[in-house]
């Protein structure tokens, strides 16, 4: 016997490494039974007189009930940021505004495992997620836009920017928290009121967010929240009494949007779907890349607008990239939203997990290869398994349309011309990434690639400072940084 | 005598047999990725199991000019039994110690099946002739250490004198006879993680049977980033040759929860399969206490007050 089998014979190789359950508690978040609508600072009851349940997506156990707004309950929300603008807030000094975003930030911070739990309970996201993402960068929205309230003139010398009014806000399931503060934070710091409309599948962190705003003592009126669907959001954003619409959300919706605006007057911004190229060239750090590719695509269940859903793979690392990815996605834990080990959790509604389902089976019909690494779902929510398509072709249902989910599609190349071509080659336009050791490269692919947001050798990394936004009919203005003040401003 | 071949100005290896690309390491996404792994919350069962795998796994080390053998007996006493108030704790893997204290240890852990390392090869700098780094590593196998710990001559591959630093790694491998060789690379004085990389592939390519961080002498030591890199060429290796070579992360690591995280990283990185004192170890000393500690806190509730645990 040899002095390695000896030796094995001593240490038996464990059959498994199971982290016990590290579960985040829930008793930190209250909730209501029912949320009225929050207008003027007060918790009003909906003239509509409709509710309906926020579900769990991962256990589908109902939270609480929320009310749907009318198109009345939405004007009297309009009307109140109207006489909140007309009354003071658009006066007081800009250093007073910096003030009350500072609060909240601070606040924020304060209360942040509060709100990453009522997130990941809401939304399905993991808690590593909300608490390590979503959370931080909400707060350091409010902090960086907080800088800029007093300095409105240097952003934009010569041109003497004023607040526009109201603005009507309409967010997205996907990032719940984090798209209010990335519309909130810099409408109010450029003085203007706000009317946001949360998606009807996560309305909770926003009306969480309204004892926030109490307790910041933000003056009433300055942001309502009115929850609802599909309906109040259209009222809103037909609303005479709001002069800019924001919008995140699908590009089917984005084009309602554009057309119910057209010719009134009121300022649009539009951040909606995206299907990003990642292209991993041959002198890729490949271990890295791979992180890279699973950040990209499974980072919050691939319910991010710039997720990195189409693969390109130069031809000549292809199999060693295809076989370290999918030794990776073993490695993935997908389960409750509140294990602080997870790293995938529930997708975040039946309809969404249909439309997902329909796809995957369109690219499995076209003769894509699918690959599901062995992951035990729970019985209750909704769940999908990350999935990666090989043997993709561009004219693929599952290369052209955004998926919004876990899912993953992998087409190669052969030179960085033929890169950019297939990257180029759809009809968004929102963001890429590219992984190569070259500078040079690097330069020039984000010169040629037509996305909003190019990241290098890294994916899904977001700041404050940075703006973002799509070409294409991945919508159009930039929020984040200096440029995401713009759409709230009028210049003279 | 083997010969290195010759490494081509764009340092590849030989192809037979045949070696992962060289490739390249990014600095940001590998500590980001090491980061996010030492998050993984382990409690309870799992904690238990990875502090009792960790003792285990440890390389109880004394390397110091003052050791004496009475400083090494009482380490291997430990070694064997490293809580005499709880026999279900299990012996570590391997008492390490200099050359010439290595009868001592060996005297005193004969028959219990805790193996004996010893450092070789002009520990901790490597800085003397090869001559006498062979002579060396070859004495420490003739006195019947089981492992031998040798440093790879840092000097010369900082110069890119990749070839000289095979050539070392395999003529000493040759001079270790039965005995397991472990290379360490200095990560500390490597500077990049591309280097790491490099310095990995080039020990594998040696003959090494396990690649170490550090010596313990330099600051920073062993880190999980460093590690993580060092766990991905060992990947990359095992997947192009089937060859599988274990890891031994050393210095710094004084904690339980360091050493769980450790675990993580090798878990999510290797898999079950390398979670063994064969394929993994930790070059420590003052962590056995605290993993002692942390296992009697496991089982009973309650922290104990350090007094309740040997110095040795």
Redesign the interface.
């Known amino acids: 016997m040899t002095?390695?089998e000896k030796?094995?014979d001593?240490?038996?190789?464990?059959?498994?490494?199971?982290?016990?359950?590290?579960p985040e508690s829930r008793e930190i978040v209250t909730l209501e039974d029912r949320y009225d609508l929050f207008i003027g600072g007060e918790w009003v009851e909906p003239k509509s007189g409709e509710y309906a349940p926020t579900i769990s997506p991962s256990s589908e156990e109902p939270l609480a009930e929320v009310a749907y707004a009318g198109a009345e309950d939405v004007g009297t929300a309009v009307e109140a940021a109207g006489e909140a603008f007309e009354d003071g807030w658009s006066d007081i000094t800009p250093a007073e505004r910096a003030k009350y975003l500072y609060r909240i930030a601070r606040i924020l911070q304060e209360r942040s495992r509060e709100f990453a739990v009522l997130e990941s309970l809401d939304g399905g996201k993991p808690i590593?997620e909300s608490r390590?993402v979503d959370l931080p960068l909400s707060a350091a929205h409010f902090f960086y836009y907080a800088g800029w309230a007093d300095k409105l003139e240097y952003a934009f010398p010569n041109r003497k920017p004023k607040a526009l009014g109201v603005a009507g806000q309409i967010i997205p399931w996907n990032f719940p928290l984090l798209m209010l503060s990335w519309k909130i934070a810099p409408a109010l710091a450029s003085g203007n009121t706000v009317v946001l409309k949360p998606a009807e599948s996560t309305p909770l962190t926003a009306l969480l967010f309204c004892d926030v705003v109490r307790q910041a003592e933000l003056p009433p009126g300055v942001v309502n929240i009115v929850t609802g669907d599909g309906r109040a959001g259209a009222e809103l954003v037909k609303h005479p009494g709001v002069d800019k619409v924001a919008f995140t959300g699908s590009t089917d919706v984005g084009k309602e949007i554009q057309r119910a605006v057209a010719g009134t007057g009121k300022k649009l911004t539009l951040e909606l779907g995206g299907k990003a190229a990642n292209i991993i060239f041959d002198?890729?750090?490949?271990?890295?890349?791979v992180?890279?590719i699973i950040n990209g695509i499974y980072f919050n269940q691939g319910h991010v607008c710039c997720a990195g859903s189409r693969l390109l793979v130069q031809e000549s690392i292809y199999e060693q990239v295809i076989?370290k990815l999918k030794r990776r996605m073993g490695?993935l834990r997908v389960g409750d939203p509140l294990d602080?080990?997870t790293d995938i959790g529930a997708i975040n509604s039946k309809e969404q997990l249909e439309k997902i389902k329909e796809l995957v089976a369109a690219g499995e019909e076209e003769g894509a290869e699918i690959f599901q690494p062995p992951c035990r779902l729970p019985e209750k929510g909704w769940w999908f398994a990350p999935t990666v398509f090989t043997n993709v072709a561009q004219s693929y249902r599952v290369a052209q349309e955004e998926i919004f989910g876990p899912v993953l599609s992998v087409l190669t190349f052969r030179t960085p011309d033929e890169a950019v071509e297939k990257a180029n080659n759809t009809p968004y336009g929102l963001s890429a990434g590219v992984w190569t050791?070259k500078g040079s490269r690097i330069l020039s692919m984000a010169q040629r690639l037509r996305a909003g947001v190019i990241w290098a050798?890294?994916y899904n990394r977001f700041d404050p400072a940075s703006p973002f936004g799509g070409y294409k009919e991945s919508g159009f203005g930039r929020e984040g940084g200096r440029h995401g003040l713009e759409p709230y401003m009028r210049f003279e | 005598m083997a010969q290195a071949p010759a490494l081509p100005g764009g340092f590849e290896l030989p192809l037979e047999p045949r070696l992962p690309r060289i490739?390249?390491?990014?600095q940001?996404?590998?500590e980001?990725?090491a980061e996010s792994l030492s998050?993984?919350?382990?409690?309870?069962?799992?904690?238990l199991?990875?502090l009792d795998?960790a003792v285990?796994m440890m390389d109880l080390t004394t390397l110091e000019g003052a050791d004496t053998p009475g400083k090494v007996a009482a380490l291997s006493s430990k070694a064997m039994r490293p809580d005499p108030s709880d026999l279900t704790v299990p012996p570590v893997a391997a008492v390490c110690v200099y050359p010439n204290l290595v009868p001592v240890a060996l005297e005193r852990v004969k028959g219990s099946?805790v193996l004996v390392a010893s450092v070789a090869t002009a520990f901790p700098s490597g800085q003397s002739p090869l001559e006498i780094k062979i002579e060396e590593a070859a004495r420490v196998a003739e006195m019947g250490a089981?492992e031998i710990d040798m440093v790879i001559d840092r000097g010369a591959f900082l110069a890119g004198n990749y070839a000289r630093v095979y050539d070392e790694v395999r003529r000493i491998k040759e001079a270790c006879g039965?005995a397991?060789l472990k290379v360490i690379l200095e990560t500390g004085e490597l500077g990049t993680y591309d280097n790491v990389r490099r310095a990995s592939l080039l020990a594998i390519a040696g003959g090494a049977d396990f690649i170490k961080t550090s010596t313990g002498k330099i600051q920073p030591a062993a880190t999980l980033p460093v590690t993580l890199v060092m766990l991905?060429a060992i990947r990359d290796v095992y997947?192009e040759t089937g060859r599988r070579i274990g890891m031994k992360p050393a210095g710094g690591i004084r904690h339980a929860k360091q050493a769980v995280q450790y675990?993580v990283l090798l878990?999510?990185t290797l898999g079950?399969?390398w979670?063994?004192?064969?394929l993994f170890r930790f070059g420590a000393s003052s962590l056995l206490n605290d993993c002692l500690l942390q296992i009697r806190k496991e089982k009973t509730g309650r922290y104990q007050s350090p007094d309740y645990f040997t110095l040795d």
């Open positions: 002095e390695i030796r094995q001593r240490s038996p190789v464990p059959s498994a490494f199971d982290y016990a359950p590290a590593r390590d002198d890729a750090p490949l271990d890295q890349a992180e890279g076989a490695t602080k080990n050791e050798n890294t | 490739g390249s390491v990014d940001v996404a590998v980001e990725r998050r993984r919350s382990i409690k309870r069962e799992s904690k199991f990875a795998l285990r099946g089981d039965d397991h991905e997947e675990l878990h999510e079950v399969e979670m063994t004192p064969d």
